[in-house]
């Protein structure tokens, strides 16, 4: 009989695991690859891409031999002079580049006798790798649990259970080696079924592997063996290094750039100090160093943030008729970034991952790209008069905010002693962690769901509406008809030094439904002649 599924209570159940029992997914790599050694010092075998086939015998072997096609308005409308060619790599038969390590590491762990017949696979994954592997295992006949953060997209959780997967979510500000993250609540997963094995992409040396052996091999033959720079996100790191490696042995002076959001850690050294910022984008950037990441084979690191990755990822599908997802957007606006000075006759390669499918009610969504503020409202609704001026128009005063620890009591007396209906609560280094509300901290006094001792860092919400000083009173207004304030913030950047910067972003203020009312009504009750509002006098 086969185990029982996991579920929510099965979970929180579980004994968590022991230092010694969790095995870390960042530990140094004991990979001897170094340029210019001997081939034959290799440790590994090697695969080669798979044979175009007429006729498939399954599904399997339509993973890789994936297109490489060129960009053509994007580059000019920057003033690109260089080739920039996109290697698209939701051809694979699952939708994405994490097809290829899924069968490679599948395989390996059948050939080393890991997997047996009718064996569980549980994997830790940001959802691509899931998918693949799921894949691999509808054909092959083998169970499959899947463990994902909360924030990956409902697309990605539809198609797992399409493919026979157990899905398990963990929350998404769990730390990566928090009991509660998905890397540790997989790892307790295997303990408690028997035969369960975890296939662990960010050790896996058949990850990057896969890459050098059938992507970088694939890119290589299509270019002729010209590569000048090949750019790409980096989650694990396994794309990066394993294409990064196989351009180098051919091409020395190959720049590998590896493309990161602001928040995640991995295209900064270990020593600095890295704001953990939250980012919508998926699949790329995270709190630790996976072990197959070579940083060392990466020439450049560009960082990037949620707004261009995604509306270069919308340019994509509209100008050049590729429908992608959100990290191909990223990766593309950071080509674009490091290209900018190569000379006429150079040649770019940048991965796209993977594509639009997973996320049809995220950014390919205009609402819910103005729900996150990646898209202005423009011309605001009813051709009102004040719906492009500026937030900073208003009178916006900067709100009392509270630490995590503070209790729920002493937040309700605060609010009533200074007056406020809700507050900030951020942490030491001045991030904000969610908000608290006065009716929300009684009603739930009242019904005895908190303790009055309990901090309000364990009952915050965090889904709250953000502005700044330069978004659109119409904008604004759009946000205050689903809630009733926004927090008000603006990017502070910080000079740790004198080469190196960061950003932070700072609360300037809280507005709610009251103050803009109360802004419109005082303007138009001094103007009351003037119909049009401001501006209209220079109409």
Same mark, same amino acid.
């Given at each position: 009989?086969?185990?029982?599924?996991?579920?929510?209570?099965?979970?929180?159940?579980?004994?968590?695991?022991?230092?010694?029992?969790?095995?870390?997914?960042?530990?140094?790599?004991?990979?001897?690859?170094?340029?210019?050694? /001997?081939?034959?010092?290799?440790?590994?075998?090697?695969?080669?891409?798979?044979?175009?086939? &007429?006729?498939? $015998?399954?599904?399997?072997?339509?993973?890789?031999?994936?297109?490489?096609?060129?960009?053509?308005?994007?580059?000019?409308?920057?003033?690109?002079?260089?080739?920039?060619?996109?290697?698209?790599?939701?051809?694979?038969?699952?939708?994405?580049?994490?097809?290829?390590?899924?069968?490679?590491?599948?395989?390996?762990?059948?050939?080393? *006798?890991?997997?047996?017949?009718?064996?569980?696979?549980?994997?830790?994954?940001?959802? &691509?790798?899931?998918?693949?592997?799921?894949?691999?295992?509808?054909?092959? %006949?083998?169970?499959?649990?899947?463990?994902?953060?909360?924030?990956?997209?409902?697309?990605?959780?539809?198609?797992?259970?399409?493919?026979?997967?157990?899905?398990?979510?963990?929350?998404?500000?769990?730390?990566?080696?928090?009991?509660?993250?998905?890397?540790?609540?997989?790892?307790?997963?295997?303990?408690?079924?028997?035969?369960?094995?975890?296939?662990?992409?960010?050790?896996?040396?058949?990850?990057?592997?896969?890459?050098?052996?059938?992507?970088?091999?694939?890119?290589?033959?299509?270019?002729?063996?010209?590569?000048?720079?090949?750019?790409?996100?980096?989650?694990?790191?396994?794309?990066?290094?394993?294409?990064?490696?196989?351009?180098?042995?051919?091409?020395?002076?190959?720049?590998?750039? %590896?493309? +990161?959001?602001?928040?995640?850690?991995?295209?900064?050294?270990?020593?600095?100090?890295?704001? *953990? =910022?939250?980012?919508?984008?998926?699949?790329?950037?995270? /709190?630790?160093?996976?072990?197959?990441?070579?940083?060392?084979?990466?020439?450049?690191?560009?960082?990037?943030?949620?707004?261009?990755?995604?509306?270069?990822?919308?340019?994509?599908?509209?100008?050049?008729?590729?429908?992608?997802?959100?990290?191909?957007?990223?990766?593309?606006?950071?080509?674009?970034?490091?290209?900018?000075?190569?000379?006429?006759?150079?040649?770019?390669?940048?991965?796209? $991952?993977?594509?639009?499918?997973?996320?049809?009610?995220?950014?390919?969504?205009?609402?819910?790209?103005?729900?996150?503020?990646?898209? /202005?409202?423009?011309?605001?609704?009813?051709?009102?008069?004040?719906?492009?001026?500026?937030?900073?128009?208003? #009178?916006?005063?900067?709100?009392?905010?509270?630490?995590?620890?503070?209790?729920?009591?002493?937040?309700?007396?605060?609010? #009533?002693?200074?007056?406020?209906?809700?507050?900030?609560?951020?942490? +030491?280094?001045?991030?904000?962690?969610?908000?608290?509300?006065?009716?929300?901290?009684?009603?739930?006094?009242?019904?005895?769901?908190?303790?009055?001792?309990?901090?309000?860092?364990?009952?915050?919400?965090?889904?709250?509406?953000?502005?700044?000083?330069?978004?659109?009173?119409?904008?604004?207004?759009?946000?205050?008809?689903?809630?009733?304030?926004?927090?008000? =913030?603006?990017?502070?950047?910080?000079?740790? /030094?004198?080469?190196?910067?960061?950003?932070?972003?700072?609360?300037?203020?809280?507005?709610?439904?009251?103050?803009?009312?109360?802004?419109?009504?005082?303007?138009?009750?001094?103007?009351?002649? +003037?119909?049009?509002?401001?501006?209209?006098?220079?109409?």
């Amino acid at each position: 009989m086969a185990p029982p599924a996991p579920t929510e209570e099965t979970r929180s159940s579980s004994r968590p695991l022991t230092e010694d029992e969790f095995i870390r997914p960042d530990l140094p790599s004991k990979c001897t690859w170094q340029l210019g050694a /001997d081939p034959a010092t290799n440790p590994h075998h090697r695969e080669c891409p798979r044979e175009r086939l &007429n006729l498939s $015998p399954d599904i399997l072997h339509e993973i890789g031999r994936t297109p490489l096609v060129r960009l053509n308005k994007i580059p000019q409308s920057l003033g690109l002079k260089c080739e920039m060619y996109v290697k698209c790599e939701y051809f694979n038969a699952g939708g994405s580049v994490k097809d290829r390590i899924a069968l490679r590491m599948v395989e390996e762990a059948e050939k080393d *006798g890991r997997l047996k017949p009718g064996g569980t696979l549980i994997e830790p994954t940001s959802g &691509n790798t899931g998918i693949g592997i799921a894949l691999v295992a509808a054909v092959k %006949g083998y169970r499959t649990i899947i463990v994902m953060p909360e924030k990956m997209s409902n697309e990605k959780v539809a198609v797992l259970r399409a493919l026979g997967a157990e899905i398990v979510r963990t929350p998404t500000s769990a730390h990566w080696d928090s009991p509660e993250s998905h890397i540790s609540v997989a790892q307790r997963l295997k303990k408690e079924i028997p035969g369960a094995v975890i296939l662990d992409q960010y050790r896996n040396k058949d990850n990057p592997l896969a890459h050098y052996d059938t992507t970088a091999a694939e890119i290589l033959e299509q270019c002729g063996g010209q590569v000048d720079m090949a750019v790409g996100g980096t989650g694990t790191g396994g794309t990066i290094t394993g294409l990064g490696r196989r351009f180098k042995e051919v091409n020395p002076k190959c720049v590998i750039v %590896g493309v +990161d959001p602001h928040g995640s850690v991995l295209g900064h050294d270990k020593e600095e100090d890295v704001e *953990g =910022v939250f980012f919508e984008v998926e699949g790329i950037g995270y /709190d630790f160093y996976p072990t197959v990441l070579d940083r060392k084979i990466v020439d450049k690191w560009v960082k990037t943030r949620d707004k261009p990755s995604f509306l270069m990822a919308r340019r994509l599908i509209r100008e050049e008729g590729l429908l992608c997802g959100g990290s191909s957007g990223t990766a593309v606006w950071a080509a674009c970034e490091a290209a900018r000075d190569l000379p006429e006759g150079s040649r770019v390669v940048v991965v796209l $991952p993977d594509s639009v499918r997973n996320y049809m009610t995220k950014f390919l969504d205009d609402e819910w790209m103005k729900d996150h503020q990646f898209l /202005d409202v423009g011309e605001a609704k009813h051709g009102t008069w004040w719906g492009q001026l500026r937030v900073s128009a208003l #009178k916006v005063t900067t709100p009392m905010t509270v630490l995590p620890e503070v209790t729920v009591q002493d937040a309700v007396d605060i609010m #009533k002693t200074e007056r406020f209906d809700q507050l900030p609560v951020i942490n +030491d280094a001045g991030k904000v962690l969610g908000m608290v509300s006065l009716g929300m901290l009684v009603a739930k006094l009242a019904h005895h769901r908190v303790e009055p001792t309990t901090p309000v860092g364990e009952v915050l919400y965090g889904q709250f509406n953000k502005v700044n000083l330069d978004h659109s009173l119409g904008t604004l207004s759009q946000y205050l008809e689903k809630d009733h304030f926004a927090l008000v =913030v603006q990017e502070q950047k910080v000079f740790k /030094d004198k080469e190196h910067t960061d950003t932070k972003e700072v609360i300037v203020g809280l507005v709610t439904q009251l103050d803009l009312l109360s802004y419109i009504m005082e303007y138009e009750q001094k103007h009351k002649t +003037d119909t049009e509002g401001p501006g209209a006098s220079a109409q």
